[in-house]
DNA sequence: TTCGTAATTTAGTCTTGTCTAAAAAATAAT
DNA sequence: ATTATTTTTTAGACAAGACTAAATTACGAA
């Protein structure tokens, strides 16, 4: 298990974040469109990839990782979030502004380092957007956590992550000051358009939109 | 002055590395071996580089940085020693492994990080080897130092910085407990080989050779 | 079942950055 | 000053990773 390019990281990396929702194989499409390639190209990969033993792929069929290709995209997704968290711990950067450099810092060769920083950092579980971190042999903490758009009136629950961390949805947030650890109960759901009115924990009421809360991540 | 691919990067760096020493225009052949690729390839990167301001080069001529592209490599040598610092200081490394680490480093993107993560250091000037760290618009602290060779018998000196800096030489000092800081006295010269024998600040007599006595720098 | 559309792969190019071999220019030596 | 040698550049190829256009396969609908 030699170095990989950027690239071929890019597609292990895309081809974890599709298995995640998308229990089946993937396809070739979906890779090309997470990661705006054209599916030609993809396809060109998907055999270099497989020639390495990352990925099982049978043309025409879609395409699932080994073993180690699941692992060496986990050690991505590990080493992209311990990125995270330094920034915002260290560097003090916030939510909306640290993904591009993590995207650039994942790709930095040297487990040392990674193990060295996790330990740093004080061996966070959890990124700045609430996903977490997987451990050096890829173990992820499952925590039960359900979306906000689910609960119902009169439930008390607290923020534990983002499902959607685009910088203009981050940044929303930080507008209304809601943040990870916020808490809230929810004193009201709108029949007509599913908008839900939260009381929280400083005494603030807030209404959010259905979109909103089928963004974020609570626990109770 | 958009971004440069990670390959036109090191090309500037070793550029501004020649320069140091070598005051003249640098030669094809001396970047083809700093960064160990064929002079056939150099010719070519360096008209590329000629083409978007970054080096001035006349053909048979051999190059020049120009201001912009000076900014440039002083900016990549500014990320590298600031990450050398984050990997010693906080991390714990030791100064024969950071070079690597910070070799892939240098090379992520945002200058705002840089910024930051020079801040979070501490504003360090110099480096594990001793070596300064370029400002953030590209000036360099000089400091009066020589080689600790060219010291006489009876002078006193603080070690402050090493020449060479591969990991060999720099595991050689760790293990006779030598580092940046250790302050000594001069106390013998052997003209026959040219070692000189030191006394330390904590007492011990320590003999070096000629050849490690040409790679430290050191003050008065 | 067969036909049409969507998904996927193949074929052929392009760019970047590398190489070797050969040509050209500069420098050194007689 | 004219060779000989070294340095540098040009020419032609190659691999990685991307693209578009065309061909192929799979699958849903009639």
Chains 1, 2 share one sequence.
């Not at 990661?35 to 497989?50: E, Q, W, Y």
Request: charged share 25%.
């Amino acid at each position: 298990m030699g170095h990989l390019s950027i690239t071929e990281e890019n597609y292990l990396k895309s081809i974890l974040k599709l298995s995640e929702h998308n229990h089946t194989k993937i396809g070739t499409n979906e890779i090309a469109y997470e990661i705006n390639i054209s599916a030609a190209s993809v396809s060109d990969m998907l055999k270099k990839l497989a020639d390495k033993k990352l990925i099982i792929y049978q043309k025409y069929y879609g395409v699932k990782l080994t073993k180690t290709g699941e692992q060496y995209a986990k050690n991505l997704v590990r080493k992209h979030r311990l990125w995270e968290v330094f920034l915002t711990q260290k560097l003090q950067f916030s939510w909306d502004e640290v993904h591009d450099l993590a995207e650039q810092l994942e790709h930095v060769k040297g487990d040392d380092m990674i193990n060295r920083l996790e330990k740093f950092l004080g061996n966070p579980k959890f990124d700045p957007h609430g996903d977490p971190i997987p451990d050096n042999k890829g173990n992820i903490v499952v925590r039960k956590q359900q979306l906000l758009i689910e609960l119902k009136k009169g439930e008390k629950a607290v923020i534990i992550g983002v499902k959607d961390t685009a910088a203009t949805f981050l940044q929303f947030l930080d507008s209304i000051k809601i943040s990870l650890g916020t808490k809230f109960t929810v004193i009201g759901v709108v029949i007509y358009d599913h908008s839900m009115q939260l009381k929280l924990q400083d005494g603030r009421e807030l209404m959010l939109s259905q979109q909103v809360c089928s963004n974020i991540y609570v626990s109770s």
